[in-house]
């Protein structure tokens, strides 16, 4: 095993997951597979679920890590916020396509679609002397 290798691997999964995103993102709960499988949509809905509320568990201890020294974690706040972003604009997506959620779904779109002005929070507080040392 050496580093090309691992580096392949890693493209590889990174295209998954951006062909598989794109699709999820175009598609909803439209998507054929939901359609074509032996399973009943809620069990893969479900999975999904449970997936992604893995991923949002974990990006939350990392945003409570970063708490410390946001000032500095311009690149960590970046990597948090512009997935939000985009799972924000999934929302919208899905409110054009398949109609409006309850409203605190509607809530929770506002806050994902606002994720990337905590940039420019961050930015304003940041110190000349971090200004100066060119960490934003």
Same mark, same amino acid.
């Given at each position: 095993?050496?580093? /090309? ?6 493209? /590889?999964?990174? /295209? ?5 995103? /794109? ?17 009943? %949509?809620?069990?893969?809905?479900? %999975? ?6 893995? !991923? ?14 946001? *000032?500095r974690q311009k ?16 929302? !919208?997506?899905?409110?054009f396509a398949i ?9 929770f779109a506002i806050? *994902? ?20 040392? *060119?960490? !934003?």
């Amino acid at each position: 095993m050496n580093r /090309i290798s691992l580096q392949i691997v890693v493209a /590889i999964l990174g /295209i998954v997951g951006v062909v598989t995103g /794109i699709v999820g993102l175009v598609t909803g709960v439209t998507d054929k597979y939901y359609g074509v499988s032996n399973y009943e %949509s809620k069990f893969l809905l479900d %999975s999904n679920l449970r997936f992604f509320s893995g !991923i949002w568990f974990c990006m939350g201890i990392w945003m409570l890590y970063i708490v410390p020294t946001i *000032e500095r974690q311009k690149t960590t706040l970046r990597v948090l916020s512009f997935p939000v972003f985009f799972g924000g604009i999934g929302r !919208i997506i899905s409110m054009f396509a398949i109609g409006f959620p309850p409203a605190l779904f509607i809530v929770f779109a506002i806050l *994902e679609l606002a994720f990337p002005l905590l940039l420019v929070w961050q930015h304003k507080t940041l110190p000349a002397s971090l200004l100066r040392r *060119e960490y !934003i």
